[in-house]
């Protein structure tokens, strides 16, 4: 087996701010014999455990995958279903898989035809975009969207145009749960079901670093051979460590770091988010330690529509009031009653406009047609959690709009209810096409007053941190690349942890779309490179 050295700090003004504590020493051989079965993955038997030079228990498998959200699950799936005699360890740091992906409402993009490729990548770049991992998400799009409706049996039947979207092609499920949750649970079943014997999912496990070696010939390159982990006790404590070899390569899927306030840009960092705890960018001081560049920071997306709490308005982490909302019809307004935006434009112009209203917030109204398109049991989902209101008038929405005004001067409800019926009239107009919306809109999912009933619902949301475009560099074989553009052998990137897909803004429904094609394309790349 290659010597395994200490990794090297490529990154350290990063890494000094990203916490992660150092595993715990383990003595006694006997203790580590006797601890074997506590924190070692069981009922694997392509695992292979043996003693490593320095004592401690390793183990070998073909790939290991490091994060249970889309990506990682989605690439510890494929495998499987690629080569059932592949062993596949998947580890993940909380006490269950799904991660933020269990979260995502809005859906998975995906373009409608061969012909709107070309719309769909011009929608999506930006400044920062690598044109070609665009481009690798773009073209295998539709092949992602079938691989999780047709070949896995995700319900996703309903498609909106969202914002940024020159076409309706952003896919959901119809019924409860969220789409996350949904291609979540859905892919977590078959491989408990299907593919037990191959994937072995190991919990509360924490990746502390990346093993490296030079092989035989201690000029050659360094290579990622391995992670060492630990696997953590229901409170909290740390376990006992272990070492895990990959005999094709180290897939890190950790996500993003929408939670690390020391990483995020100073200007934002005083928003929620609405990202686990969790999210603190561990991949990019794994990576960033064997000398993965780490490229765009600074490109943190500000989600719009953060659903405000009314028992706790100033809790640092939101639920995500979904972009299929105003895909469905939602307009926005302020707390005097007024429109201000294009719902349908990007989402950092419309956050842009939101963090301009007074208090930075703004409320979302949706009248019957828009519940209904959008999924009434969804919707009555935030309702009942008390992020909504249901009305069957305007007076009611002015009503429910007054008792959550935020600074600034207080309007009495019958002037924003005057204000909002006098803004929805020229909505209405502008849809009918006999105005020009005065914010540009073009795209109108359902029109406001003309319903055939009177019933809304209006709900309070604030922008808040949702995604980080940043991450470590990587090709598009999904290869992660060091400073100069050179590959690391044995270590690849997928999901949110890998920059330079989305550039600047990330377009809705592209994050799922995200962790399904490049978990295929770094499947195509362990199979095929060795």
Known sequence: MAD????????????????????????ATAVILYSASLFLPQNSPAIRSFFNMQGSISSEVDVIVVGGGLAGVGTALRLAESDKKLSVLLLEKKASCGGNSAKASSGISAAVNEHDRDAFQEDALTKRTRPELLKVLVNKS??????????????????????????????????????????????????KERHAESVTIQENARVDRLLVGTGADESSMKKVLGVKYQ??????????????????????????????????????????????????????????????SIIDLDAVQVHPTGLVDPSAPDAGTKFLAPEALRGSGAVLINQEGGRFVDELTTRDKVQAAILRQTAEHAFLLLNYDAIEQFGRGTLMFYVKKGFGTLCESLAEVAEAIAQKQRGGRKEEAPAISARIEKELQEYDLAVEGKLPDPHGKRVFPTAVLSSSKQEF???????????????????????????????????????????????DNRLAGNSLLDCTVFSSVVVDTLLHSN
């Not at 979207?165 to 949904?182: D, F, I, K, L, Y």
Request: charged share 20%; proline share 5%.
């Open 4 to 27: 395994v050295n200490n990794s090297r700090v490529s990154h350290p003004s990063l890494l000094s701010r990203i916490s992660i504590r150092g595993p715990a020493v383990i003595a």
């Open 231 to 292: 696997v953590m006790s229901s409170e909290g404590g740390q376990g006992n460590e272990a070492e895990v070899y990959a005999r094709r390569g180290v897939v890190l899927a950790t996500g993003g770091y929408s939670a690390n306030k020391d990483i995020l840009p100073e200007a934002i960092r005083r928003l929620a988010t609405t990202n686990a705890e969790e999210t603190v960018g561990d991949g990019l001081k794994i990576g960033g330690e064997v000398g993965a």
């Open 142 to 191: 539709t092949a992602a969207l079938e691989w999780l409706r047709d070949q896995q049996g995700v319900p996703l039947t309903i498609v909106s145009q969202l914002g940024g979207h020159s076409q309706p092609r952003t896919w959901r499920n119809e019924a409860p749960p969220n789409v996350g949750w949904a291609i979540m649970s859905t892919l977590l079943k078959k491989i």
């Open 457 to 503: 619902v209006v709900l309070e949301i604030t922008p808040v941190i949702h995604y980080t475009m940043g991450g470590l560099a990587i090709d598009d074989k999904a290869h992660v690349l060091d400073k100069e553009g050179t590959i690391i052998p044995g270590l690849f990137a997928v999901g949110e942890v890998a920059g330079g897909v989305h550039g």
